[in-house]
């Protein structure tokens, strides 16, 4: 009798600037096309960079419910609600079927910003002979601002809308920390199923980081300033790469008990085998060495019961970065040796909070396939990124199973470990 606290994927949303839905986002991933392309969310002509992993026919009234909701979601949250909407459709269970106190949401999300236009009245009323006068911010916020303005603005509204629509009433959270964000979440929500406290979870990240004011913030120090051709910007691992590519999208996964999953029927889309998390907490200080993806990759196949030869194939974090890929390349290489390496950025850019179960999505769908998804613009190996990079069309015959891993400049590192069914 199958254990109930082995957990599985049984369904699985993706909006991205490829493609939405698995069909789309997963076509275009093994044909090595790229979703890179001007920005035209707002005027980016200013921009020193005004290119990135852009979604071009995103419409949420397809997906929110009720309509009203959309007066108080920023585009990330409408992104997230969207992908979780795929998901549980893709599983099943949009109708119901699932106990509600059995059934949470735990999400990956970056911090969001505010609009301009929302706050623009507010700053020119706060300004006088050309200065800021807090005085005159206090009396005008309470008049310019809609009361509801900061419900856009809260990572943890994601998870919330998701679960009032589904009536979802069990184990509620929200992870904020950067590019490991949803990794995590994925470790998190498959935990609350192996401890009995849930039957379902539904785990996804959202991000948008074309968001001008996060642009803005950010800066472009880190940037590919590639403009030849904005489609072959983003390079991980390749030696010519300078720098990564902003993205926008989200993903969902349907987590459950194997033994639910049986009960009602349901197709198995991949087994979730093992999740680890790592940090080196100097990373800030002393510069990333990837220590800690090698202690969260070595954690990972322990739990998994897995040897590097067994690993079909890793899906990397891959930014693009000169430093950050010589450090993750380093630390691949050591507990894997050549394991194949695919990078997905390559076709969508940096994604944020996002990206991991993005990607891990790729790696759930190339299970199925049975293909690893190439990397585009690998064209020139980088001698100190010494490892097996999967380049120019996608690679079969490689065993069932994948590491997904993410790690992120402050030092935390996430692996999760998949498998078919």
């Known amino acids: 009798m199958s254990s109930p606290r082995e957990v599985v994927i049984t369904g699985v ?11 789309p986002f997963w076509n275009a991933l093994a044909s090595g096309t790229s979703g890179i392309r001007t920005i035209d969310l707002f005027d980016s002509s200013s921009l020193s960079v005004r290119f990135g992993g852009q979604i071009p026919d995103f419409d949420p009234k397809l997906y929110v419910r009720p309509r009203k909701s959309l007066k108080v979601m920023s585009r990330q949250i409408q992104l997230g609600f969207a992908a979780a909407d795929l998901a549980v459709n893709d599983a099943g269970i949009a109708g119901g079927g699932v106990e509600p106190e059995r059934f949470g949401i735990v999400f990956g999300n970056d911090m969001i910003y505010a609009d301009v236009e929302d706050l623009e009245s507010t700053y020119r009323r ?15 916020i309470q008049e310019e601002v809609h009361p509801l303005w900061l419900l856009k603005h809260l990572p943890n509204m994601t998870a919330s809308h998701i679960a009032i629509a589904l009536d979802a009433r069990g184990p509620n959270n929200t992870i904020v920390l950067g590019d490991v964000s949803s990794l995590l979440a994925v470790g998190e929500a498959a935990s609350v199923i192996r401890r009995g406290w849930a039957d379902v979870m539904l785990v996804g990240g959202t991000g948008c980081r074309l968001h001008p004011t996060a642009i803005v913030a950010r800066g472009t120090a880190l940037l590919s300033h590639r403009t030849d051709d904005c489609r072959r910007a983003c390079r ?3 030696r010519d790469r300078d720098g990564l590519v902003n993205g926008e999208g989200a993903a969902a996964l349907v987590l459950e008990s194997r033994e639910h999953a049986e009960r009602r029927g349901a197709r198995i889309r991949c087994r979730l085998l093992a999740t680890a998390a790592r940090c080196e907490p100097r990373a800030r200080r002393d510069g990333l060495t990837g220590a800690s993806l090698r202690q969260a990759i070595r954690a990972v196949l322990q739990e998994a019961k897995l040897a590097a030869h067994e690993v079909g194939h890793i899906n ?22 050549d394991v194949p390496v695919t990078a997905p950025k390559s076709s969508f850019g940096h994604l944020g909070a996002a990206g991991g179960v993005v990607e891990l999505a790729a790696s759930v769908l190339g299970l199925e396939a049975g293909l690893v ?3 585009l613009n690998y064209e020139t190996p980088d001698p100190l990124c010494p490892i097996n990079v999967v380049h120019g069309e996608p690679l079969a015959g490689r065993p069932g199973t994948a590491l997904a891993v993410n790690i992120c400049s402050t030092g935390q590192a996430a692996a999760v470990a998949i498998a078919k069914p």
């Not at 949303?13 to 069909?23: A, E, L, N, Q, R």
């Open 13 to 23: 949303g993706v909006v991205s600037p490829i493609g939405i839905g698995c069909g």
């Open 126 to 140: 706060s300004t006088r002979d050309g200065r800021f006068d807090f005085a005159l911010w206090s009396e005008a």
């Open 236 to 238: 991980p691992f390749d």
């Open 316 to 337: 990397a974090h891959g930014a693009s970065t000169i430093e950050m890929d010589r450090a993750e390349a380093a630390a691949i290489a050591a507990e894997l040796g």
């Open 373 to 375: 998804p190439p990397t």
